[in-house]
């Protein structure tokens, strides 16, 4: 048997040059095991509404023959390599000590397997990384410096991910901790963007098979070492290859203490519908709500969504409030559909 410094170093030999010279996302091969997905389903991805380019991108792939994990991964890596998405790997939003730290986590619904990390730094694609960590280890989730030197001894290049655009946003955000800092000279109206985002990506292909996979910067301004509901393996995505996928978007310590993405698989399992799994998802979250974030109506504070793909094709997504969106594509094309609502509008 070799080591399994061996195995890894050995592996990142063998994988090194393809990681880095392959496109993002290329096919790696996967032991399937037969009969896992069987059963004949209409192809479709789905993912959060900042998905858009990377579902068509995943459905064309998918239906030409690829793996519905290496697809999705394809997709969600083009928003993790977009400067401008302050959400997601290269310039997401930094923590409170502005570092960028990465969650993501996957799972590969015919041969049973899932990869995460987490608090990842310097690596824009955590996505490819988590995936990294499902082929060539024995674990299931990595943090940390661990994630990042694993990364880097599977090829992956170290880089800068804290772009100029979201530094200043971090520095607005710093300098009005206190307002009688006066830290920085700035005018206190100037807006600052989301501190939430995410992408979250769930595909079947014709054959049945299944796969999610869910990456974020995470809560803009965590605490150095946050980790979010993204690499937690059922809770930011879930994924059972005889049912479906889940995943999730907007407030992780909400989704975490419900195990969302599980629980709405698990309700696909029961027989509901996935807009129903979603919502019935996201009654438990509130049912776990604590006061502090419970508005005069009784209604939580925050947001979340809940993605869900059913084995034979079937989808759906759920908010808590109004107003969310997320992408589909399938035989009709990309485009964004309504996620149906817990509540009406406020
Ligand atoms: N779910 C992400 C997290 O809590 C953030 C988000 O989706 O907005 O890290």
Redesign the pocket.
Known sequence: MPSRREFLTSAAAASAASIVARPVGAATPHAVEVGAGAGAARPVVIASSNGLRGVKLAYDRIVAGADTLDAIIAGVNITELDPEDQ?VGLGGLPNADGVVQL?ASCMHGPTRRAGAVGCLEDIATPSLVAKAVMDYTDHIMLVGEGARRFAIEMGFRPQNLLTERSRQDWLRWRARLNPTDARLDYDGDVAIRST???INMNAVSAGGDISSVTT?S??AWKVPGRV???PIVGA?QYCDNLVGAAG??????A?IKACGAFLAVEFLRQGLAPAQAALKTLERIVAMTEARLIDPQGRPRFDIQFYVVAKDGRYGGATLHPGAEFAVCDDRGARLEKCVALYPAR
Do not use: A, I, Q
């Not at 999730?248 to 310590?253: A, H």
């Open positions: 959400s969650d939430t985002g995410t974020t995470g809560m979010g509901d993204s930011g999730s978007t907007g407030r992780g310590e989704n």
